[in-house]
């Protein structure tokens, strides 16, 4: 089912253009909006002992700080943090002084990350209509982007972002280019991922019925034969997972800060 890209929009609409769900900017949600964080993995590629949603961005630890994008932003109305089962108490207190903004459940994962965020989706609360899906080590998405997904999503019933793919790109064989792809219609997938919260349950139900493995929420949804609507990312809406990552990401902190 091919995915169809949408604007960014700029600025937030005047309350004339507002949907009635729709809080104004600085408004708090009435909790129809959940986010689900996973951040239950072991991040190996980093290297180290200590799992990469907890390394530091300069003050921070990255999962804090991915966290609090979703806390401070007015749709969102409770928050799901899948945590490493060994870390349960660890991330609980990390994401305390959050919790006094909104509702923020911290629950153990699974062994994979479809199984973190279905254990995730168990914890969302039942008023919510749309639930986000981010990674907890993308500390740099955007309050536009949040919102432009959870637009999106209202819309269409479900919502990634991702930027076109601009470097080509070669099927390789056994070590050999076999054939170059075409890549005019390619573009790279990014968190955050937006749903109505019946068609991500309906998605998971059937990718677990099915034994199926997917790589992102809108893969199970694909599967259902529902269109996924595509709107621009962010060249800064990094996922760290090297430690060039990292020191990448330590210096944009740096700079913003």
Known sequence: MRAHPEHVPRQGRARSGRRPSEPEP???SDGRVAAIIPAAGAGRRMGGRTPKQFLRLTTAPVLLVTVGHFARHPAVGSIVVVAP???IDRVARLV???ARRLPVTVVPGGPERQDSVRCGLAAVPEAADIVLVH???RPFVSPALITAVIDAARR???AICALPVRETVKRVVDGYVESTVDRSA??????PQAFRAALLREAHDKARRDAFRGTDEAMLV???GHPV???PGSEENVKLTTPGDLRRARTLRRRRW
Not at 186 to 191: D, E, G, K, P, Y
């Open 85 to 87: 089962a060994a870390h």
């Open 186 to 191: 390619l573009w790279a997938v990014q968190t």
């Open 222 to 224: 694909e599967r259902l």
């Open 26 to 28: 600085g408004e708090r």
């Open 96 to 98: 305390r002084s959050l």
């Open 229 to 231: 609507r595509v709107v």
């Open 135 to 137: 990674d907890a080590v």
């Open 156 to 158: 269409h019933g479900a």
